[in-house]
């Protein structure tokens, strides 16, 4: 299982940011499995942005629900993430990872390298 | 849904235990049998070392526990290596099918 996170490394305030996960190993659409993004500012903790489920559905932060959009393609096995509205606070590592909801296991259990996104005019 | 509540640094020598616990509510820690914890050292990516409150994936040293009581959930390092330097995060699934971190704790070895 591997899943790697892609986009551009900087973009300016204001813009929308999209981020895409290329996954290999799993199918989103087997029962239990998931993505999420999770993003971590330098120096700072890790924070749960969004995740998307095996029957599509989308679940969100409360706090950034408004300016965030999970969607998928399962066919390149991929999951997109926009942030719309980014702002320099949002600089920060972006990481997608591997979710499972099923008997044995519940979480997040392989992640990306993660990708570096600078916010700045 | 708020960052569950961890203390920001634990410190110890090497060979001894330490516990960092991880607080939220009933609507998150105290609701489900969901908590992981990962590790993550300086410029690397987080990884996982307890799911499920008290699981070891495999590979994971068994200096690793985790607990639960309450809306409270624990990871114990046991015999402290130098190794474990690191920072430390607990996570839990929520009563609106989202997840949450705490806000990471920094173990030190003396």
């Known amino acids: 299982v591997t899943l790697r996170e892609s986009g551009p490394a900087s973009v300016k305030p204001t813009q929308t940011l999209t981020l895409t996960c290329t996954f290999s190993?799993?199918?989103?659409?087997?029962?239990?499995?998931?993505v999420s993004w999770i993003r971590q500012p330098p120096g700072k903790a890790l924070e749960w942005l969004a995740h998307?489920?095996?029957?599509?559905?989308?679940y969100y932060t409360t706090s950034l629900k408004t300016r965030l959009t999970i969607s998928r393609d399962t066919s390149k096995n991929q999951v997109v993430l926009t942030m719309a509205n980014m702002d320099p606070v949002d600089t920060g590592t972006y990481y997608c990872?591997?979710?499972?909801?099923?008997?044995?296991?519940?979480?997040?259990?392989?992640w990306g390298p993660g990708t570096t996104v600078t916010v700045s005019s | 849904q708020s960052a569950l509540t961890q203390p920001a640094s634990v410190s110890g020598s090497p060979g001894q235990s330490i516990t960092i616990s991880c607080t939220g509510t009933?609507?998150?820690?105290?609701?489900?049998?969901?908590v992981s914890w990962f590790q993550q050292h300086p410029d690397k990516g987080p990884k996982v070392i307890i799911y499920?409150?008290?699981n070891r994936p495999s590979g994971v040293s068994s200096r690793f526990s985790g607990s639960k009581s309450g809306n409270t959930a624990s990871l114990t390092i046991s015999g402290l290596q130098t190794e474990d330097e690191a920072d430390y995060y607990c996570a839990s699934f929520t009563s609106i099918n989202t997840w949450v971190f705490g806000g990471g704790t920094k173990v030190a070895v003396l």
């Open positions: 990872a591997r979710t499972k909801t099923d008997f044995y296991y519940h979480g997040m259990d392989v």
């Open positions: 998307i489920d095996w029957d599509g559905d989308q």
């Open positions: 190993g799993f199918s989103l659409t087997t029962g239990g499995m998931s």
């Open positions: 009933s609507r998150d820690i105290g609701g489900y049998e969901y």
């Open positions: 499920d409150v008290s």
